[in-house]
């Protein structure tokens, strides 16, 4: 029997093996486990040119048509979830590759969306680092959600999610998307805004929640941004390119806005010299949006599936 080679990439927290039973696999496949990102589109075809199997991490490494077509022994392609906007699909039908997804914890995203949200609001990074470096004895004045409104970009799974914990939290919900309607904002319990820019002007705190296509690719652009009160918080869980990043960069630095909280970034992971990095009113995570436990359960368990079936020649949760 041929043993095939796969790589696991960008396995940050080296917790890969640990958390699946890869052992099923055990005399049929070979699993090579990249902690380290590999960077570039030529390293990254040089580290995996003689792998038959690649598992990835959502848009951690992409796999445009480019990457795709410097790798002729790649037979089979699995991503964390069900769509992952970096993996060029019509170029993997070329190329012979079969490309499954996992399932998908969308509940721990809305889970961090609101720990980031009550960051902000209460300047709890500034806070706890003033305690451990023994610096002054409270130096903020925070703000409260209750009778604040909350302005949803998107009322999906996710922004549904997000107006239910509003709710509990006292809060007044907005939403606009380009397809949504009175009737299934009201069913949300979110009230429908006429237009982007009047969502932005009437929330204390904007929060990104549709995912990223042509259409809604740099959909909050710097006239979006300019509608902000100047104390107002935008916060973005989603796909860093449904922002105008430079816009975002410009209105943080001049104050424009009350702060911002990122999950998500263009280039990631974030180059040691990107100008977000330092902004004294942005708190910023390295997208943990899925990253707990009981997601990499999920998705390693389903990647182990997705290559059993493969191997058996009736491939599961195919993308197309």
């Known amino acids: ?177 380009q397809n949504l309607t009175g009737e299934r904002a009201s069913a949300a319990g979110a009230a429908l805004a006429g237009s982007l820019p009047e969502l932005m002007a009437a929330s204390d705190v904007v929060s990104v929640h549709v995912v990223l296509s042509d259409r809604t690719r740099g959909l909050v652009d710097a006239d979006a941004l300019a509608h902000m009160k100047p104390g107002a918080f935008f916060v973005n869980t989603s796909r860093a390119a449904i922002v105008d990043q430079g816009a975002l960069l410009t209105a943080l630095r001049d104050n424009r806005i009350g702060g911002a909280a990122l999950d998500v970034f263009t280039t990631e992971p974030v180059p040691a010299d990107d100008p977000f990095r330092g902004l004294p009113n942005l708190l910023a995570t390295p997208h943990l949006g899925y990253v707990t436990r009981e997601n990499y359960a999920e998705y390693f368990r389903d990647t182990v599936e997705d290559i059993e079936a493969f191997l058996a020649g009736t491939p599961i949760r195919e993308l197309s």
């Open 1 to 177: 029997m041929v043993t095939l080679r796969c790589a696991v990439l960008d396995d940050y927290q080296g917790v890969v093996l640990s958390t699946a039973d890869w052992d099923r696999l055990a005399g049929r496949v070979d699993v090579t486990v990249f902690r380290e990102h590999l960077g570039g589109e030529d390293a990254v075809a040089a580290a995996l040119a003689d792998f038959d199997i690649v598992v990835i991490m959502r848009e951690r490494t992409p796999f445009p048509a480019s990457l795709i077509e410097r790798l002729p022994k790649l037979r089979l392609l699995v991503t964390s979830g069900m769509r992952n906007a970096s993996v060029d699909l019509a170029a993997a039908a070329r190329a012979g590759v079969t490309v499954c997804g996992t399932g998908s914890g969308k509940a721990s995203t809305v889970e961090l969306t609101w720990a980031l949200i009550l960051g902000l609001v209460r300047n709890v990074a500034v806070e706890n680092a003033a305690f451990h470096a023994g610096g002054p004895w409270q130096s903020t004045v925070g703000a409260n959600l209750a009778g604040a409104t909350l302005g949803l970009v998107g009322l999906g799974q996710i922004g549904t999610r997000m107006a239910a914990v509003a709710h509990a939290f006292g809060m007044n919900v907005l939403a606009w998307s």
